[in-house]
């Protein structure tokens, strides 16, 4: 498939206007009025002093781009595949929960959204939809499931069952949140959506999680909120339990949360199929190391094949790029999906994507490349 980005371009210029926000900065701006302070807050905030959020995009300042002329590359090709899994763009839909928080369609329009461009979309088990109901509103569209590894092992072994019977082609198990991180916006609040019941659909739609339950939650959502929130945290989980894991799906497992080397090769070691580098958009571990340079440690410790994926600071395409050329396969994004939610339900998904669509097309273009899946260390100048 072709993008061009300079026709997306051009129809804003000829119709006069953009019907949307352009930019990330933009989309953020319009959504935090949209939203109250704790639906905004718990979006958009980060672990402890969010110096983990801030080096995510200063990862990214870092490195600068080497555009090289006159490269003929009139047709471009931005599509990706990972773990069989394809797109026709360089980025997938991460995993964000409780999506109802930013829109009354919560999930759904992000999912429709991503099935209208074949952009591969990653549930979240923090939803306010089932697993099901993502199911039917994508269709044939790709999408993966992500895992948070709750102490219920019953629990976990149903919402893998029930994502595999619905045509989810990989689980994303989330290992760097097996407790809630120290995140000062939400606590200022006192803004937590599970408490009321917000983002526990994948549970209170689970027959096996039901069964723990003295009450049906449509009779008492709070008991429901409650037992799931007395289950999610889980700091026994080690890596020989991923072996529990592999021998329970045929289905694609990988890791996200990797932010080291040792911990890539042990991920794979133990039977994991693919790495998502991140550090949860900042919002787990204060002080942490940027996502972006997480990935050029993980992708030298694991070699040049093995399926790298990564997330955090995602905000444009010249980023996209950058972490193409610095050993992504492709890039998860994040927030900016949601402020598009916030602002513009599906319409809003929408216009984020091609948006950056149209500017991961035209950089790479105006930098002389062709292809953006071949992009190498070359691309980037040695950061100082």
């Not at 964000?96 to 549930?123: T, W």
């Not at 984020?352 to 991961?360: C, G």
Request: aromatic fraction near 8%.
């Amino acid at each position: 498939m072709h993008f061009d980005g300079s026709q997306f371009q051009n129809e804003i210029y000829v119709t006069g206007e953009s019907s949307w926000p352009v930019g990330a900065d933009e989309w953020e701006a319009l959504a935090s009025e949209k939203l109250e302070a704790g639906p905004f807050g718990y979006i958009a905030g980060g672990a402890g002093s969010e110096a983990t959020v801030r080096a995510n995009r200063e990862a990214f300042e870092r490195r600068r781009l080497r555009p090289r002329m006159l490269a003929g590359n009139t047709v471009r090709d931005l599509s990706v595949e990972v773990l069989g899994t394809q797109s026709p763009f360089p980025f997938f839909l991460a995993p964000v929960g409780v999506l109802s928080i930013a829109h009354p369609d919560g999930e759904l329009a992000p999912a429709r959204a991503a099935a209208a461009l074949r952009v591969p979309f990653i549930l979240s088990s923090a939803a306010s939809h089932s697993i099901e109901e993502i199911a039917a509103a994508m269709g044939d569209a790709p999408r993966w499931f992500q895992l948070y590894w709750v102490s219920d092992r019953e629990v976990v072994e149903s919402l893998v069952r029930r994502a595999e019977a619905s045509g989810y082609a990989a689980i994303v198990v989330t290992l760097d949140t097996l407790t809630l991180g120290w995140r000062p916006r939400d606590l200022r609040n006192a803004y937590l959506p599970f408490r009321q019941g917000e983002g526990i659909a994948q549970f209170t739609s689970d027959p096996v999680f039901r069964s723990r339950l003295s009450v049906p939650p449509e009779d008492d959502p709070l008991v429901a909120a409650g037992t799931m929130l007395a289950m999610f945290p889980n700091l026994a989980l080690r890596w020989e339990d991923i072996a529990w894991l592999r021998e329970l799906t045929s289905l694609p497992l990988l890791a996200k949360g990797v932010l080291t080397g040792e911990d890539a090769v042990q991920a794979f070691d133990a039977g994991i199929d693919g790495i998502v580098v991140s550090n949860h958009g900042g919002r787990q571990v204060d002080g942490a190391v940027a996502s972006l340079d997480a990935l050029l440690e993980v992708r030298a410790a694991v070699g040049p094949d093995a399926p790298v994926l990564m997330d955090g600071g995602i905000r444009g395409g010249a980023d996209v790029l950058k972490a193409l050329a610095l050993g992504a396969n492709a890039v998860l994004v994040g927030r900016p999906y949601v402020y598009g939610l916030a602002v513009g339900g599906q319409p809003g998904v929408e216009a984020v994507l091609q948006q950056l669509a149209a500017e991961t097309d035209l950089t790479l273009a105006l930098m002389g490349g062709t292809v953006a899946r071949e992009l190498d260390q070359a691309w980037i100048a040695a950061s100082s």
